[in-house]
């Protein structure tokens, strides 16, 4: 007969293994709600050895929203081909299911959780917002933004950031309506920002240069129009 031998982990696969197991338990519920003996449950371990691996649960907590973070940008990650409104809303979509998917993580993310206004999780936040906008930018074919397409981008992440927490908080709108809402929400900023700079003009006209007649941007100047007569 032979019996089974549980395989020992090295030190940083632990770590990792313990990432991944508090960032599903705070994908699912507040952070806060979370205890360190629950992550070593779920682990397999004792609770001594999770704090063998990190000094307390902010420490890991703060890994686990490292990871995530890493993800959220990914998704703003997208082939530079095919038409700009098509591209946006695929990226919409990722984001989307990131926030689905992670609902409590992502607000924990997004507004601090137990570690609001560490340096930590501030900086997490902000390599998050950096990263969608350099995306942003690599997909306007744009490497250095004058002040008004930065205000716009921004602005826009901002805005899809705010609108992913409205939505948790009881998903009252359908979630595929709103992913199309923020990609026309970027092409309307871009076009106001274009009244008022000729810059951005050029760049606006560039944007929806070959997009089809059935795409996102297309769809919302039909939806202004019927809105006008």
């Known amino acids: 007969m032979t019996t089974g031998v549980r395989r020992r982990m090295g030190v940083e696969e632990r770590r990792q293994q313990l ?3 508090a960032l599903d338990l705070f994908s699912r519920r507040s952070p806060d709600e979370v205890s360190i003996d629950e992550i070593a449950a779920a682990a ?5 050895l999770v704090y063998h691996y990190f000094p307390g649960k902010l420490s890991l907590y703060e890994a686990a929203l490292k990871r995530a973070s890493e993800d959220l940008a ?4 997208e082939p530079h081909e095919g ?3 098509a591209r946006l809303l695929r990226v919409m979509r990722r984001y989307f299911d990131f926030v ?4 409590p993580g992502f607000s924990a993310l997004m507004r601090g959780g137990p570690a609001v206004g560490s340096s930590t999780t501030n900086a997490l936040i902000d390599s998050v917002r950096q990263a969608a906008y350099e995306q942003m930018l690599a ?7 004058p002040p008004r397409l930065e205000l716009v981008v921004r602005s ?3 805005l899809a950031e705010a609108t992913a927490l409205i939505w948790l908080d009881g998903r009252r709108v359908p979630r595929a309506e709103l992913e199309v809402q923020l990609v026309h929400d970027f092409a309307a900023l871009a076009a106001v920002s274009a009244a008022h700079d000729a810059d951005m003009g050029r760049l606006l006209r560039t944007m929806v240069r070959n997009e089809p007649a059935d795409g996102p941007f ?6 202004l129009i019927a809105l006008a007569s």
């Not at 397999?44 to 001594?48: A, D, E, F, Q, V």
């Not at 997909?139 to 250095?144: A, K, P, Q, S």
């Not at 297309?218 to 939806?223: D, F, I, S």
């Open 44 to 48: 397999g371990i004792s609770r001594p």
């Open 19 to 21: 990432i991944g197991v």
């Open 218 to 223: 297309a769809e919302l100047v039909g939806r």
């Open 83 to 85: 038409p700009l409104g």
């Open 100 to 103: 689905d998917e992670h609902g």
């Open 156 to 158: 826009w992440i901002s």
């Open 139 to 145: 997909h306007l074919g744009v490497t250095d933004a």
């Open 74 to 77: 990914s998704r703003f990650a």
